[in-house]
């Protein structure tokens, strides 16, 4: 079966820093992979996501991450921190068909001014 | 385009009461929908999910129930609430058995007290 593991519950950056979130993923097959953001109150958005195509992949927001199958992450990454970066962000991960997402716990990102 | 529509958006309820949320997907037909909770600090839990008409998976034992009464509705439902069903319960769908991501609904919001 597959899993996700975010490491860090809670990211605290600053201003204009660069933002890393973290994921592993557990699969016995090529998996998809998916990043979300969750503002307060609010359903999920779709960040980006990978589908066995470039293993670089850029999202909406200016985030992009990077597929490394030898270490099994798929971690997020943005250069520049906004204030409106701050926000829940969940990995999920995908085998085919009707199996449904299984995501991670979620990093909860903070950026200070 | 496809829409997904999820409410109420907030529900204050006692202890012992029914539940019923609602959630109904637009612009796409025989979609895979889905309902997750999410407790403070947990994550998502995929509660049940749903690849046809009066077809549900339910994935953890609980006090809830779902159903789909319609090719593009799906009802979560419960006879008598209990205090740790309270939580953000969010709704989702994706096109049938293609892999891919989902699409989320806006979150209904149950306190139980």
């Known amino acids: 079966a597959q899993s996700v593991t975010q490491l860090g519950s809670h990211v605290s950056v600053s201003e204009g820093a660069l933002v890393l979130l973290r994921c592993n993923y557990s699969?016995?097959?090529?998996?998809?992979l998916f990043w979300y953001v969750q503002y307060p109150n609010q359903g999920l958005q779709l960040l980006l996501k990978?589908?066995?195509?470039?293993?670089l992949v850029k999202g909406i927001n200016g985030f992009e991450a990077e597929f490394k199958k030898s270490e099994t992450s798929f971690h997020l990454t943005k250069p520049s921190a906004h204030m409106s970066d701050a926000a829940e962000y969940f990995c999920?991960?995908?085998?085919?068909?009707?199996?449904?997402?299984?995501f991670g716990k979620g990093t909860r990102l903070s950026v200070i001014a | 385009s496809q829409t997904i529509h999820q409410w109420p958006a907030t529900l204050v309820q006692p202890v012992g009461s029914p539940l019923s949320l609602e959630c109904t997907v637009e612009?796409?037909?025989?979609?895979?929908l889905y309902w997750y909770r999410q407790a403070a600090g947990r994550g998502l839990q995929l509660l049940f999910y749903?690849?046809?008409?009066?077809?549900i998976s339910s994935e953890v034992p609980q006090n809830l129930s779902a159903s789909r009464p319609q090719d593009r509705q799906f009802i979560l439902s419960s006879k008598k609430l209990l205090l740790s069903d309270s939580g953000f319960y969010l709704c989702?769908?994706?096109?049938?058995?293609?892999?891919?991501?989902?699409?989320f609904g806006e979150g209904s919001r149950l306190t139980v007290l």
């Open positions: 989702a769908w994706k096109p049938g058995a293609v892999t891919g991501e989902l699409f």
């Open positions: 699969s016995s097959v090529p998996p998809y």
């Open positions: 990978y589908t066995s195509a470039a293993t």
């Open positions: 999920a991960v995908s085998l085919t068909g009707n199996t449904p997402l299984v």
């Open positions: 612009g796409t037909s025989n979609p895979n």
């Open positions: 749903s690849v046809g008409i009066g077809q």
